[in-house]
């Protein structure tokens, strides 16, 4: 009796229920998000039924609680569930699978909302969790050379600096989760931040092609890499679960670890993954095909680190090794997510990154009067603490279906430290970055052919940059302590900086007929960057403070065109901007005999971009593609021989006396107008139900300036290709990568294209572009393989340059790991 009260109390609730909320439910495309017109609603005997409008909303008023609701439309799989658990849940929404999936793909990143691919203009690559599964030991950067197009380019071990188009460092914009990783500080070299991010905790990477900056501002110049977590699941059958993995590589005797700890109750569930990594220094490959027998050797390297002294750099007995390209890492993953009344989420996202130092290889190879340069340099602890609310909901008005409001708090901290050769003073230069931000994105649609997506972002970077030296105290090769600290120049602003952003977006999608989309965007920003100097420690005598003020617009006009259900033509005018950062503006850097000194002159540079595709796409396998693109960028940002008039410590304008050498001054200037252009092809074919291959290509070039030099970070011809084996039990691939040589003259004359970390063919010449060979072509073969042991259980091996080739990519101050043998374990606790 008790019981049946209690039910009775249950079903009356419930019933009153319908009444409060769920009288009306919305219906929508799984994948894109898109509302359903027409899907029909019926009971188990059709005794009761009601249709969606085109909204995807239908009332449900006429319905019992105890009614079985069946949902049907063609092209979807049917969806049952009950209505009597669609309240107790307080279910507002209902999602259907669709059932032909060419062309069906969904993008997240592009108008910062679920689109379909088929209404998509811009080039997206995604990288998947079972892809970087495949792998072993990567980094959060070196996943991205996956997704074709992409390279990257490193100058230490612990690096890894993705290119894009012809767009590298702070042009790329790098977003976590909806939260720009960029800061104030992220410069326009070679960056390794990307490497703070952990592959194990990745569910998908998607990496947007071209200026991108409607949705997400500046510095999307290139593109934009955005890395999104796996999320824990709500109301799953196993409601705990463990996982564990690691791998082992034989080039640089890495280690990588991981434990992963999902929980999964009704209204809420979360996943803890802790990893550790330790990489041993990289042994390059023995094969010099190229025919530079000296090149890329490690003859001699530097003992000395933070602990240790030696005086004299150390004859190394294996040159292939590289010494001093080692280091270690740890990162702690934690998300909640919680179910709240009314269709709302809400998720706390929990990251931190922690490294040792990471010795700079390139500048410990530096030669100076024919011996090692530096004792140290290393690259301190990089630590990025990142704490992020999320909330998504449904609300279901036409201007407002459903939004995430996303806040975040970062803290980076970044330091350098180096020493001479033949010198007891070390130096150290410190920076951290607080970074705050509020994402506001919002989605709604007019009907079943508009949608649009619109948002507000506020940003605020507070950057507190220091540095010191400080005497070492030596017994018997053992640094004992450390004397006489005494206040340098900074690298950024040593009395404070800082740089804000405020933006607001709006992107509309419309589709003209069944076959032909078309989407606009704009975006206004404002930005703001402070900066003062203190006078004891200033380079620049006539620069003490600095207040500037931007805004920019930008926008986006986009066609897509289905020729047929399996073909699509698109194309777009895009526009993107960079506003100077406080690294572009105020940074202090000296580097092979040339000091980047303040230039408070610098403007905005943009992009503007034509780009133009077709795609043939049976199913994910079947596939073919081939896209062209043109870049103008504006006011282009390089560095450019600059004069400091209030220094007197040499009789030159172009140099002063820095550190005690006599070093060139340089600074970041807008020196006129660059271009940029390129293709890129894709293809894949099934060759039945086991077999698979792909293929792809990219080509980039970039205008010469006679006053300015080449473009940077162009990358020469570069591809690859791949042949795939799948079965229930193994899967194998064999890939061949590939990319051509560079001219010497060719490379940038700022030295981002690290001309000098190539081959030397005249060691008398004066002109690097005689002196120096450029990039060698290259070309590597690897096997990667998996078995599935059991349910629980898999075990990867392989073998990667299998040739043992020596090579470097692009750009690079390091050569790539040579032979490297691996395997690898994942398994269900």
């Known amino acids: 009796m008790i019981c049946s009260k209690k039910y009775m109390v249950k079903f009356l609730c419930l019933f009153f229920s319908i009444n409060l909320y769920a009288q009306e439910i919305w219906v929508e495309d799984n994948n894109s998000g898109e509302p359903l017109e027409g899907v029909a609603i019926f009971n188990q005997d059709k005794s009761n039924s009601t249709i969606t409008d085109k909204y995807g909303k239908a009332s449900l008023e006429t319905f019992s609680p105890n009614d079985s609701l069946n949902l049907q439309i063609l092209g979807y799989k049917n969806l049952q569930i009950n209505l009597f658990d669609l309240i107790d849940m307080n279910m507002k929404s209902l999602k259907m699978i669709p059932e032909n999936q060419i062309l069906k793909e969904v993008f997240l990143s592009v108008a910062r909302s679920k689109t379909s691919a088929n209404k998509i203009a811009e080039k997206v690559s995604i990288v998947s969790a079972k892809e970087i599964e495949k792998r072993s030991g990567l980094s959060g950067a070196e996943i991205l050379e996956i997704s074709p197009s992409v390279r990257i380019q490193k100058s ?121 990594s330790n990489f041993g220094d990289i042994l390059s490959g023995k094969n010099r095909s190229h025919n530079y027998s000296e090149w890329g050797l490690t003859n001699f390297y530097s003992e000395n680190n933070r602990n240790n002294y030696s005086p004299s750099p150390v004859y190394n007995s294996n040159p292939n090794l590289q010494k001093n390209t080692g280091y270690n890492q740890y990162d702690l993953f934690q998300k909640f997510s919680i179910r709240l009344p009314q269709n709302m989420l809400l998720n706390l996202n929990l990251q931190y990154s ?24 290393y690259y301190g602890p990089q630590k990025r603490l990142f704490i992020s609310p999320q909330l998504k909901f449904f609300l279901g008005k036409s201007w407002l279906k459903k939004g995430t409001i996303t806040g975040a708090f970062q803290k980076i901290q970044e330091s350098r430290i180096n020493r001479k050769f033949d010198e007891l003073t070390r130096f150290y230069f410190n920076e951290t970055v607080n970074a705050l931000s509020l994402n506001t994105d919002f989605s709604g649609d007019g009907g079943s052919n508009i949608s649009f997506s619109y948002g507000f972002e506020v940003s605020h ?144 540079e943009y992009a503007y971009t034509f ?12 596939f073919a593609s081939l896209r062209g693109y043109y870049t103008l960028v504006s006011r282009h940002i390089v560095r450019s021989i600059f004069s400091l008039f209030g220094d007197t410590t040499t009789e030159s304008l172009e140099t002063i006396i820095y550190n005690g050498d006599e070093v060139i001054t340089q600074a970041n200037k807008n020196l006129g107008n660059r271009f940029i252009y390129g293709l890129s092809s894709e293809f894949s074919y099934q060759l039945n ?54 001219n010497p003259y060719e490379y940038s004359w700022g030295g981002e294209d690290g001309l000098d970390e190539t081959p030397i063919t005249n060691f008398n010449a004066t002109d690097e572009r005689e002196k120096y060979a450029g990039g060698p072509k290259w070309n590597t073969l690897s096997l990667l393989s998996q078995y599935r042991f059991s349910d629980k259980t898999k075990l990867k091996f392989g073998v990667t340059n299998i040739f043992d080739i020596h090579y470097r990519t692009f750009a690079s101050g390091i050569s790539s790991e040579g032979r490297s043998f691996y395997v690898g374990i994942k398994t269900k606790l």
């Open 156 to 276: 230490q071990g612990g690096g890894g600096s993705p290119v894009l188009r012809g767009f590298e460092a702070n042009r790329v914009l790098l977003v976590v989760d909806g939260v720009r990783m960029n800061n104030a500080i992220y410069r326009s070299g070679h960056l390794q931040n990307a490497i703070t991010v952990n592959p194990h905790n990745i569910e998908r990477v998607e990496i947007v092609f071209g200026s991108s900056s409607v949705g997400y501002g500046s510095d999307a110049l290139g593109g934009v890499i955005h890395y999104y977590t796996k999320s824990p699941e709500i109301n799953s059958r196993n409601m705990f679960s463990h996982e564990f993995s690691s791998s082992f590589n034989t080039a640089n005797s890495s280690s990588v670890n991981n434990l992963t700890t999902s929980l999964s109750f009704k209204k809420w569930g979360s996943i803890t993954s802790f990893s550790y």
């Open 354 to 377: 922690s490294s040792s130092d990471v010795p700079r290889y390139d500048k410990l190879s530096e030669i100076k009067n024919g011996n090692l340069k530096f004792s140290e340099w």
């Open 461 to 604: 970077n507070s950057i507190d940059s220091n540095a010191f030296s400080k005497d070492l105290v030596i017994n018997n090769q053992r640094v004992l302590d450390l004397i006489n600290s005494n206040i340098i120049p900074s690298r950024y602003p040593d009395d404070g900086s800082s740089y804000s952003s405020y933006a607001g977006y709006f992107n509309f999608i419309y589709e003209l007929s069944e076959r032909l989309t078309f989407n606009a965007g704009l975006r206004v920003t404002s930005t703001l960057l402070k900066a003062k100097w203190n006078d004891s420690t200033r380079v620049n005598k006539l620069l003490s403070s600095l207040n500037l003020k931007k805004e920019a617009l930008t926008g986006t006009i986009a066609l897509t065109y289905l020729l047929q259900e399996k073909w699509k033509l698109s194309s777009l005018i895009s526009s993107g901007f960079r506003n100077p950062n406080i690294d572009d503006i105020g940074k202090v850097r000296e580097n092979s005999g040339f000091l980047l000194v303040p230039n408070s002159f610098l403007k905005p």
């Open 611 to 622: 780009d133009a595709g077709i795609i043939f796409s049976e199913n994910s396998n079947n």
């Open 689 to 742: 139900k086991n077999f698979n291959s792909q293929f792809n290509i990219t080509f980039t070039k970039g205008n010469k300036d006679y006053s300015a030099g080449p473009m940077p970070s162009i990358p020469p011809l570069f591809g690859s290709f791949y042949f795939n084996y799948e079965s229930p039990k193994i899967t194998a691939q064999i890939n061949w990568k590939f990319s051509a040589s560079k």
